[in-house]
């Protein structure tokens, strides 16, 4: 079974400032994809960024990028010139790419937005 | 835009109680999945369904909990009887098996339930 890890529980970061949250995963697989999903308070879990292991390119989206280094098995991400909206708890999950489509989350982070 | 479909948003219920949680998924989402997320922790997968067949439900508790998804569209998550350890958010979430699948699971806004 796959194991998800997010070590920082809590992060707290400035408005308009860089903050960046960890995750680390153990596979035995080659083939796999990794996400990040956003879970405002009392809102739906969204996604926010995916990326795909056989992919070297590190996904972004807008101000949200990732940093995926498959040898070491960590996904951070990094969200910039943070928003009050960024507000939220944030789980890293990841997916194999065989035909079993479920998630695997990590225990999440929340993170909180100083005005 | 489409969304998952759950209710109650909200139950309180007492020990030894049934208590059930109803989701639609989006319309054409083969795959449907219950998970149930502990204050604070990460959701942990209780079962997936792909049509109206059980793919997944090794970590469902059989003696209480039972799901069902009979016409391979909406389901239903049963707790009977309720304990206190069942306490928490209860998430429903589907996805698409067309191609190319990109994985992403589509989640509803959950059911918390409080067992007194």
């Known amino acids: 079974a796959q194991t998800v890890t997010q070590s920082q529980p809590e992060m707290s970061v400035q408005e308009a400032e860089t903050v960046t949250l960890s995750c680390t995963y153990d596979?035995?697989?080659?083939?796999?994809?990794l996400f990040w999903y956003k879970q405002p308070p009392s809102r739906q879990m969204i996604l926010v960024i995916r990326?795909?292991?056989?992919?070297?390119q590190n996904a972004t989206e807008n101000r949200f990028s990732v940093n995926f280094q498959k040898a070491a098995k960590s996904f951070s991400l990094k969200i910039s010139d943070s928003q009050l909206g960024d507000a939220a708890m944030y789980f890293c999950?990841?997916?194999?790419?065989?035909?079993?489509?479920?998630?695997?989350f990590g225990a999440g982070t929340t993170v909180t937005v100083r005005a | 835009e489409a969304e998952v479909a759950q209710s109650p948003r909200y139950k309180i219920t007492e020990k030894s109680q049934a208590v059930a949680f109803w989701c639609d998924p989006i319309?054409?989402?083969?795959?449907l999945y219950w998970y149930r997320q502990i204050l604070g922790q990460g959701p942990e997968l209780l079962v997936q369904?792909?049509?109206?067949?059980?793919?997944?439900d090794s970590q469902l508790p059989k003696d209480r909990f039972s799901a069902e998804r009979l016409k391979g569209v909406d389901s239903t998550l049963k707790i009977q009887p309720a304990e206190l350890g069942d306490s928490a958010m209860y998430l429903c979430?589907?996805?698409?098996?067309?191609?190319?699948?990109?994985?992403?699971?589509?989640f509803g806004e959950g059911s918390r339930l409080t067992v007194l």
């Open positions: 596979t035995s697989e080659s083939d796999y994809y």
């Open positions: 999950a990841y997916r194999s790419a065989q035909s079993d489509y479920k998630l695997s």
């Open positions: 369904f792909q049509d109206e067949s059980v793919v997944d």
């Open positions: 979430a589907s996805s698409s098996d067309r191609v190319p699948n990109t994985g992403e699971l589509f």
């Open positions: 990326q795909e292991a056989y992919k070297q």
């Open positions: 319309s054409g989402h083969a795959t």
